[in-house]
């Protein structure tokens, strides 16, 4: 059949490559004339489903498709069964696309649409871009309704305030509260619901706080006030302002400026508490430390506890080095490792061992086992079941002694007892000094009861009563004040001449001693 073709209005003809296109005068319908100078039917000659249409808007053009560009000045590329009907508004290609926001975008894709003035979506399918200058990048069924706001890909995610952004993944939300900025960068069924809010990654996790971050992952973490952060992990929470988890599991830094580093089931509860890691510790002190270890708690203002298993620092600025099931009562009180001590009054120090305990003001139990230092500035050195019960009274070790007196001392041995003011037993067993300044300086069962007396050694001696008596020996009594007990005196290098002699001297005459007048 002949028909009668003239060249279109506004369509270039393509004679360098020897194809032209025309229009037919009484059908409006296009055709190509191609290089063996065949006049074709696009639309059946060249097996296309659509023919060349002019947009229907003032200034449209729609190149090619079965679509509607019905805006002034929009444009329709390609595809099928889209509808341009935004001012200035732009389909490139796809099928059932709809842009009819002010100078909106669509490059491609199914059954996206752009409604507000410059949105755009570049791909993908059942994705709308409803706020002004909002963005899809592409994926499913996805939803950009804030002001500036993002969703670069994935399926499923909401960006639903003024410059919130979601990166990619599946269901997340980046919502904000009113002046938005939140942002979500992947992962699953993550939410960003305040302004300036981020999680990174990861699965079910919530930043919920203004300027709150929920950064590299994990799952089931919640950030959920201001300016708190959750680095990763799982099922971790930072609820406080400045509060942080840095990751690890079961994890909660519910005070201000608080902060858990990692490990499992930790809570820093209270204004810049700190828990470094471990399992089921607990910083609940204002200023608190929990280093690590398992089953640990710093309960009071600025108390430390550095590591070990079920230790308690529960004293104002108390601190337990270690070891286990120690407690730091009292203020200013420390246990520095062991197991089972406990200092219980202030400035009170258990250096280490087994069940001590410093119970006095400033006391201190160096080491050992079940030794106790109950008065004020009483030390106990080490040993075991030691006492020092007084003021300023000391046990330097050994077993079952007593330091009672105070300012008394027990330098050692078994069984020993200081119980007078400023009294000493330097060691031996079952020694008694009881009197004020006695002294006993070893032996077995010496009894020191005198003001001021003193035995030297020996066994079952008594001053009795008498003031300022003195015994060298075994089994003697005093029975005068100021004098000296001596048992089988011998005495070596007398001199044989009183010549010279201070009066009271010894020389002896023939075996005989005198004295000097």
């Not at 009819?100 to 491609?108: A, E, F, M, P, R």
């Not at 270890?293 to 009071?300: E, L």
């Not at 009274?393 to 079952?400: A, D, K």
Request: net charge negative.
């Amino acid at each position: 059949m002949a028909i009668t073709v003239s060249t279109p209005n506004n369509v270039e003809s393509n004679n360098g490559n020897s194809l032209a296109v025309f229009k037919e005068s009484t059908t409006n319908k296009f055709y190509v004339k191609d290089i063996n100078g065949q006049i074709q039917d696009i639309a059946s000659g060249l097996g296309l489903t659509v023919i060349f249409e002019i947009g229907t808007g003032a200034n449209s053009t729609q190149r090619i498709g079965s679509g509607t560009s019905s805006g002034d000045g929009s444009t329709i590329s390609g595809g099928v069964g889209n509808d341009a009907s935004g001012l200035s508004s732009t389909i490139s290609g796809g099928s059932n696309n709809t842009a009819s926001g002010l100078s909106s975008t669509i490059s491609g894709g199914s059954n996206n649409a752009t409604s507000l003035s410059g949105s755009t979506i570049s791909g993908g399918s059942g994705n709308t871009s409803s706020g002004n200058y909002s963005t899809i990048g592409g994926g499913t069924i996805q939803n950009a309704s804030g002001l500036n706001s993002t969703i670069g890909g994935g399926t499923t995610n909401i960006a639903s305030n003024p410059n919130s952004t979601v990166s990619g993944g599946s269901s997340n939300t980046a919502s904000g509260y009113v002046y938005g900025k939140s942002t979500v960068g992947g992962g699953n069924s993550n939410t960003a619901s305040a302004d300036n809010s981020t999680v990174s990654g990861g699965q079910n996790n919530t930043a919920s706080g203004e300027y709150s971050t929920t950064v590299g992952g994990g799952q089931n973490n919640t950030a959920s006030t201001n300016y708190a952060t959750v680095s990763g992990g799982t099922t971790n929470i930072a609820s406080n302002l400045n509060s942080t988890v840095g990751g690890g599991n079961t994890n909660t830094a519910s005070g201000s400026d608080s902060t858990v580093s990692g490990g499992n089931t930790n809570t820093a509860s209270k204004q810049n508490s700190t828990v470094g890691g471990g399992n089921t510790n607990t910083a609940s002190g204002p200023d608190s430390t929990v280093g690590g270890g398992n089953t640990n708690t710093a309960s009071n203002v600025s108390s430390t506890l550095s590591g070990g298993s079920g230790n308690t620092s529960s004293g104002s600025a108390s601190t337990v080095g270690g070891g286990q099931t120690n407690t730091a009562k009292g203020g200013n009180s420390t246990v520095s490792g062991g197991g089972y001590n406990t200092s219980s009054a202030g400035n009170s120090t258990v250096s280490g061992g087994y069940g001590n305990g410093g119970s006095g003001g400033f006391a201190t139990v160096s080491g050992g086992g079940y030794n106790t230092a109950s008065g004020v500035y009483s030390v106990v050195g080490g040993g075991f079941e030691n006492s020092a019960s007084n003021t300023d009274c000391t046990v330097g070790g050994g077993s079952t002694n007593t330091s009672s007196g105070a300012d008394g001392t027990v330098g050692g041995g078994l069984e020993n007892v200081a119980s007078g003011q400023f009294s000493a037993v330097c060691g031996g067993t079952k020694n008694q000094a009881t009197a004020l300044q006695s002294t006993i300086c070893g032996g077995e069962n010496n009894v020191a009861s005198a003001v001021e007396s003193s035995i030297l050694g020996g066994s079952q001696n008594s001053t009795s009563t008498f003031q300022n008596s003195h015994i060298l020996g075994s089994n003697i009594t005093s029975d005068r004040i100021d004098c000296a007990f001596v048992e089988n005196l011998s005495i070596k290098s007398i001199p044989t001449a009183a010549v010279g002699l201070p009066s009271g001297s010894l020389w002896s005459n023939a075996g005989v001693i005198n004295i000097v007048p």
